[in-house]
């Protein structure tokens, strides 16, 4: 099975290369859900990976839903040039109508401005395709799309509680595009997704760096409130397991 790590610096791009995974997906923000990386952070990460594992930058302007205004597909239209002129394999999209399906138009604008960039870019529609009312009934939109594949939880909170619907998603898209499972992914998911006809995984493999836990005699705060000191880093032990588990 391919494996795929979220990486949100250098740091976790060279875990992730350093470990055996076959790409990252790039992204800031993983705490709002991930975001679009700066051009420095792609810049950064492309030096240290050194070709090991490929890039694929998520494209997402802004937090919250996946309905977008005009300023918003403009604003990710340009990220998409940028990101893959630096070097990106490919880019992670997605765009929701209100009533709960993929936005064909909208997705094919920047879907096109992918391919007119590199014809040779991978397209993955990210976990919005979680919050359509039918996974499954979306990957034949997605193959007519050009995607090359889809991240997806089965619908669920987990991937563990959304295996069955995967595994209809694998039988829908039959090789024609690569059905991923990432969203609360367990490692003991995995023998289970390879039974349902998955050929890959993606973890964000993380775990949280705090200034405040590391200090000495540091009084807990009166209130719980978030710490100001944490942030996220990518987890060598969890990849290196990871990449264990999908062999």
């Known amino acids: 099975m391919k494996l795929e790590i979220v990486a949100v610096g250098a740091q976790g791009a060279a875990v992730a290369a350093e470990e ?10 993983l705490e709002l859900g991930g975001l679009t990386p700066s051009q420095g952070l792609m810049d950064a990460a492309q030096e240290t990976v050194a070709g090991r594992l490929e890039i694929h930058p998520l494209i997402r302007s802004r937090p919250g839903d996946f309905l977008y205004s005009s300023a918003d597909l403009d604003t990710m239209n340009r990220e998409i040039r ?14 929701l109508t209100a009533a709960g399906e993929i936005d064909v138009q909208a997705t094919r604008k920047l879907a096109d401005a992918a391919l007119e960039t590199n014809p040779d870019a991978q397209l ?13 009934t979306a990957v034949e939109q997605l193959v007519e799309l050009g995607f090359t594949r889809v991240l997806s939880s089965g619908g669920a909170a987990t991937v563990g509680a959304g295996i069955t619907t995967l595994g209809r998603m694998a039988q829908r898209a039959a090789g024609r595009l690569e059905v991923m499972a990432g969203g609360g992914l367990a490692l003991d998911d995995i023998p289970a997704l390879r039974t349902a006809g998955l ?10 760096v705090s200034a405040r836990k590391n200090r000495d005699n540091s009084p807990k705060p009166a209130d719980s409130s978030p710490d100001p000191t944490a942030y996220m ?14 062999r």
């Open 20 to 29: 055996g995974a076959d790409r990252i997906e790039l992204c800031s923000a």
């Open 82 to 95: 940028f990101l893959l002129t630096q070097g990106a394999h490919g880019v992670v999209i997605g765009v």
């Open 124 to 136: 993955t529609f990210h976990r919005a395709i979680d919050q359509t009312r039918e996974p499954a």
């Open 199 to 208: 050929s890959a995984v993606h973890l964000s493999a993380r775990s949280t």
């Open 233 to 246: 880093v990518t987890d060598r032990d969890l990849v290196r397991a990871a990449r264990a588990a999908v």
